[in-house]
């Protein structure tokens, strides 16, 4: 996703990308483009509206696009040495 292939140069996408093939099963062959095309927007859909999230407060992306007001953040700022 990055220039220069470092996996900290854009961890969001990589977190995504990991949760999409190993959990939202795209980790795998399929046997054309029409199917891989369905996986991945069965999982996109299942991922922002049935997946919930912890940084969210336990709501799906959806739900919380929709709060007037998010949880407060969960997350730690990541400090580099």
């Not at 999409?20 to 991945?40: P, R, T």
């Not at 336990?58 to 007001?69: E, F, K, V």
Request: charged share 15%; aromatic share 8%; net charge positive.
């Amino acid at each position: 996703m990055t220039q220069s292939g470092s996996p900290y140069d854009n961890a969001i996408a990589e977190r995504l990308n990991g949760i999409l093939k190993h959990h939202m099963g795209l980790n795998q062959i399929f046997s054309n483009y029409a199917a891989a095309v369905d996986a991945v927007c069965n999982a996109v859909h299942a991922y922002n509206y049935i997946r919930p999230h912890m940084s969210l407060g336990n709501l799906t992306p959806q739900q919380a696009h929709t709060q007037t007001r998010l949880p407060g953040k969960k997350w730690k700022t990541r400090t580099i040495l």
